[in-house]
């Protein structure tokens, strides 16, 4: 069969950078199974993406869809005839959906049992019809976190769209999307190259764009922003070197089409600044990249990153510098006013700052979490509660700083530098900063003791104070960042091996709540809890721990997350080992048994147990549940998954040699009493029934 390659191309206005990464993943995504489903087969796929476009280039993709049989199921075969043989109102209604005749269909043997069934043959159609009835759809259902109505309103984009280009071959595609009808035309660089630039193919996409000023390749693009900011600071014959900021070189990359870096300076009556606050300025409010010495210092310098090369780059460098000052001027203000008066002094004014209007004021919260975080210290760390007590005190203070006013991501940092300034000390100034951590997927964790119980605190009591008046995070929202933030915890719990349950935790900070609760408490709790083992099982899976281990320790141990990522890595490493297919079907057959004739809780009568075989088994239980907890106190789960793995010979020697259904009631209970206590020692690693053996 024939192919031909595609391209794709939507232009827009300058689209916010943090919206392209998931735009992308999409695109390509959805191409890819859209293009599957239709039977449609490509060489490759590449997706583009710039400030002002986004593009789809594919290769080698059949011209025609090949004609498709499918087989389709209808009613049951009992439903199908009544009983004289003739067909019922279902097969008859069957035959007329799939638009056959009754003589057309079979019967089919599935797994449920005999159905009708009946083979179709569709015609496949031209590629360029399937992508013409694709593509609007899928550029619709981009997930952009904002779409707004433009123009006259008839459609919502996240910006106004200008231009479409959509060519397969040497077809364009009669398709339209917000308005704007496809041709074969993309522009260039808006300033170095504002005229049309005709595309056809996906090969001259990224060379016709770069010759109009437009590198579309996002990587590449990425690529240069580094080499341009590093060639910047070395141009200045110095030992400066400057902070590369992967995030926010990612972010300057999808701002800008011909990225050209240059260097600035500033006064270094500002380096009277906290660093991070110069920084932040820099970086946050224009982009910019901070620079250091030698000695690792800040120095007055920084790089700013442009969108094209001007005839006199000095004019540009003084523009930054003019605008930068401004900031740092702010920033200075901000800092001088705040000095005026101690962290301490402004706790009354948390009570005047609203956290949520159902859960009260920023006080509030600090008072809640604060109860929680000394419970936790009294049992993790008890040398740490002074210094919990003030830290709690003192945390949200910044949040009514000028400088955080100004910088929000700057809170807790700030609290950290303002702390220090006022005498507090360090390990109080430490905690400050550190329970925020960690600030986004993968950040930093706290280091200390004091900081790990505040953050585990705080975060706590706002994901049970949002499940309490039914704020809970959907698919597209989240506001609260509710699901880091019980990451966090879980993330915590695991790096100081935390063996406290978070159901007791979650009831506490109920209780704490009080008549805030808006909801049943017994189903925020439950709702609460099952959160995090969702949470939990999403980073067992990263960890390559497949679904049915992270199931079978989850309903065990899922509230207690390093007993539970434990148990699941030695059970994923137990999976692996020769033999372990039997040990799982040999537990099976255990639960099998107790769940036929009900479990035993009464201790095993051992003088009933006079066979070797049932005698060795309970020997062996004895031992093993002598040596379980040594295992578990060193959360030696390995240790512990193969010693009770030696269990499997005994049961299989007890199902060969002996009866447990025994003619004899007390001897037949004695029996199930003693695999009951078999089935306790083995849920000790896991729920082996959740375990797949396929």
Same mark, same amino acid.
């Given at each position: 069969?024939?192919?031909?390659?595609?391209?794709?191309?939507?232009?827009?206005?300058?689209?916010?950078?943090?919206?392209?990464?998931?735009?992308?993943?999409?695109?390509?995504?959805?191409?890819?199974?859209?293009?599957?489903?239709?039977?449609?087969?490509?060489?490759?796929?590449?997706?583009?993406?710039?400030?002002?476009?986004?593009?789809?280039?594919?290769?080698?993709?059949?011209?025609?869809?090949?004609?498709? +049989?499918?087989?389709?199921?209808?009613?049951?075969?009992?439903?199908?005839?009544?009983?004289?043989?003739?067909h019922t109102k279902a097969a008859l209604g069957f035959a007329k959906g799939q638009s056959v005749s009754v003589g057309d269909l079979y019967t089919l043997n599935t797994p449920k049992?005999?159905?009708?069934?009946?083979?179709?043959?569709?015609?496949?159609?031209?590629?360029?019809?399937?992508?013409?009835?694709?593509?609007?759809?899928?550029?619709?259902?981009?997930?952009?976190?904002?779409?707004?109505?433009?123009?006259?309103?008839?459609?919502?984009?996240?910006?106004?769209?200008?231009?479409?280009?959509?060519?397969?071959?040497?077809?364009?595609?009669?398709?339209?999307?917000?308005?704007?009808?496809?041709?074969?035309?993309?522009?260039?660089?808006?300033?170095?190259?504002?005229?049309?630039?005709?595309?056809?193919?996906?090969?001259?996409?990224?060379?016709?764009?770069?010759?109009?000023?437009?590198?579309?390749?996002?990587?590449?693009?990425?690529?240069?922003?580094?080499?341009?900011?590093?060639?910047?600071?070395?141009?200045?014959?110095?030992?400066?070197?400057?902070?590369?900021?992967?995030?926010?070189?990612?972010?300057?990359?999808?701002?800008?089409?011909?990225?050209?870096?240059?260097?600035?300076?500033?006064?270094?009556?500002?380096?009277?600044?906290?660093?991070?606050?110069?920084?932040?300025?820099?970086?946050?409010?224009?982009?910019?990249?901070?620079?250091?010495?030698?000695?690792?210092?800040?120095?007055?310098?920084?790089?700013?990153?442009?969108?094209?090369?001007?005839?006199?780059?000095?004019?540009?460098? %003084?523009?930054?510098?003019?605008?930068? %000052?401004?900031?740092?001027?702010?920033?200075?203000? !901000?800092?001088?006013?705040?000095?005026?008066?101690?962290?301490?002094? %402004?706790?009354?004014?948390?009570?005047?700052?609203?956290?949520?209007?159902?859960?009260?004021?920023?006080?509030d919260k600090v008072c809640r979490f604060k109860e929680l975080a000394l419970s936790l210290a009294a049992r993790t760390n008890p040398d740490c509660k002074s210094i919990i007590s003030?830290?709690?005190?003192?945390?949200?203070?910044?949040?009514?700083?000028?400088?955080?006013? +100004?910088?929000?991501?700057?809170?807790?940092?700030?609290? !950290?530098?303002?702390?220090?300034?006022?005498?507090?000390?360090?390990?109080?100034?430490?905690?400050?900063?550190?329970?925020?951590?960690?600030?986004?997927?993968?950040?930093?964790?706290?280091?200390?003791?004091?900081?790990?119980?505040?953050?585990?605190?705080?975060?706590?009591?706002?994901?049970?104070?949002?499940?309490?008046?039914?704020?809970?995070?959907?698919?597209?929202?989240?506001?609260?960042?509710?699901?880091?933030?019980?990451?966090?915890?879980?993330?915590?719990?695991?790096?100081?091996?935390?063996?406290?349950?978070?159901?007791?935790?979650?009831?506490?900070?109920?209780?704490?709540?009080?008549?805030?609760?808006?909801?049943?408490?017994?189903?925020?709790?439950?709702?609460?809890?099952?959160?995090?083992?969702?949470?939990?099982?999403?980073?067992?899976?990263?960890?390559?721990?497949?679904?049915?281990?992270?199931?079978?320790?989850?309903?065990?141990?899922?509230?207690?997350?390093?007993?539970?990522?434990g148990r699941a890595l030695a059970l994923e490493n137990l999976k692996k080992k020769d033999g372990f297919r039997d040990l799982a079907q040999t537990f099976k057959r255990v639960v099998?048994?107790?769940?036929?004739?009900?479990?035993?809780?009464?201790?095993?009568?051992?003088?009933?147990?006079?066979?070797?075989?049932?005698?060795?088994?309970?020997?062996?239980?004895?031992?093993?549940?002598?040596?379980?907890?040594?295992?578990?106190?060193?959360?030696?789960?390995?240790?512990?998954?193969? %010693?009770?793995?030696?269990?499997?010979?005994?049961?299989?020697?007890?199902?060969?040699?002996?009866?447990?259904?025994?003619?004899?009631?007390?001897?037949?209970?004695?029996?199930?009493?003693?695999?009951?206590?078999?089935?306790?020692?083995? +849920?000790?690693?896991?729920?082996?029934?959740?375990?797949?053996?396929?």
């Amino acid at each position: 069969m024939t192919a031909a390659d595609f391209i794709l191309e939507l232009g827009v206005e300058e689209i916010p950078a943090s919206y392209f990464a998931p735009a992308m993943a999409y695109l390509e995504e959805r191409l890819k199974k859209e293009l599957s489903v239709s039977g449609l087969t490509f060489d490759k796929i590449r997706i583009w993406s710039g400030p002002r476009r986004l593009a789809a280039g594919i290769w080698q993709l059949l011209t025609q869809q090949p004609d498709l +049989e499918e087989e389709v199921t209808g009613p049951p075969l009992s439903s199908a005839f009544d009983g004289n043989g003739n067909h019922t109102k279902a097969a008859l209604g069957f035959a007329k959906g799939q638009s056959v005749s009754v003589g057309d269909l079979y019967t089919l043997n599935t797994p449920k049992g005999p159905y009708l069934a009946v083979r179709k043959r569709r015609e496949g159609r031209p590629t360029a019809e399937v992508l013409t009835d694709l593509l609007p759809g899928i550029l619709e259902s981009l997930p952009f976190p904002k779409a707004m109505r433009w123009g006259d309103g008839e459609y919502q984009f996240v910006r106004p769209v200008h231009w479409l280009l959509a060519v397969y071959g040497d077809e364009i595609l009669p398709l339209s999307f917000a308005g704007i009808r496809a041709g074969k035309v993309s522009f260039g660089h808006r300033f170095l190259h504002p005229g049309p630039v005709v595309i056809t193919t996906p090969d001259e996409y990224p060379l016709r764009l770069a010759d109009s000023h437009v590198i579309a390749d996002f990587d590449e693009r990425r690529n240069l922003v580094r080499k341009e900011i590093l060639e910047a600071a070395a141009a200045s014959n110095t030992d400066l070197k400057v902070i590369a900021d992967e995030d926010l070189i990612s972010e300057v990359a999808n701002l800008l089409e011909e990225p050209v870096a240059v260097l600035g300076h500033f006064d270094s009556q500002f380096l009277e600044l906290p660093s991070t606050v110069a920084s932040t300025a820099m970086k946050e409010h224009q982009r910019y990249f901070p620079v250091i010495d030698g000695a690792g210092r800040q120095a007055p310098y920084f790089v700013a990153v442009n969108n094209t090369r001007a005839v006199d780059m000095d004019v540009v460098r %003084r523009g930054h510098e003019r605008v930068l %000052r401004a900031r740092l001027d702010d920033a200075r203000f !901000y800092y001088q006013e705040d000095r005026k008066i101690k962290l301490a002094d %402004r706790m009354e004014e948390l009570k005047g700052v609203v956290f949520h209007h159902l859960l009260g004021t920023s006080w509030d919260k600090v008072c809640r979490f604060k109860e929680l975080a000394l419970s936790l210290a009294a049992r993790t760390n008890p040398d740490c509660k002074s210094i919990i007590s003030r830290a709690a005190d003192l945390c949200k203070c910044d949040l009514v700083s000028g400088v955080v006013g +100004e910088f929000p991501t700057l809170q807790g940092l700030m609290g !950290y530098e303002y702390a220090l300034a006022d005498g507090e000390e360090p390990e109080v100034a430490r905690a400050i900063l550190e329970h925020y951590f960690p600030v986004r997927a993968g950040g930093e964790l706290p280091s200390s003791p004091s900081g790990a119980i505040l953050s585990v605190a705080d975060k706590l009591d706002t994901v049970v104070g949002c499940f309490s008046i039914g704020l809970l995070p959907t698919g597209a929202a989240d506001p609260f960042g509710l699901r880091r933030q019980a990451l966090g915890i879980i993330l915590i719990m695991l790096q100081r091996q935390w063996s406290w349950s978070l159901e007791e935790y979650i009831e506490k900070a109920l209780l704490g709540l009080g008549t805030l609760v808006k909801n049943p408490a017994k189903e925020v709790r439950q709702k609460t809890l099952e959160f995090f083992k969702v949470r939990l099982k999403s980073y067992l899976l990263s960890l390559n721990v497949s679904s049915d281990s992270a199931e079978a320790v989850l309903g065990l141990y899922g509230d207690t997350p390093p007993a539970a990522a434990g148990r699941a890595l030695a059970l994923e490493n137990l999976k692996k080992k020769d033999g372990f297919r039997d040990l799982a079907q040999t537990f099976k057959r255990v639960v099998n048994i107790i769940k036929k004739f009900g479990s035993r809780e009464e201790s095993v009568p051992m003088a009933l147990l006079t066979q070797p075989a049932e005698m060795c088994l309970h020997q062996a239980a004895e031992e093993i549940d002598a040596e379980a907890q040594e295992f578990i106190e060193k959360h030696d789960y390995e240790g512990l998954l193969n %010693r009770i793995a030696t269990l499997k010979g005994p049961v299989d020697v007890f199902f060969e040699q002996v009866l447990v259904d025994d003619s004899q009631a007390d001897l037949k209970n004695a029996r199930i009493a003693l695999l009951a206590r078999i089935s306790q020692i083995f +849920e000790l690693a896991a729920d082996f029934s959740r375990v797949s053996t396929a």
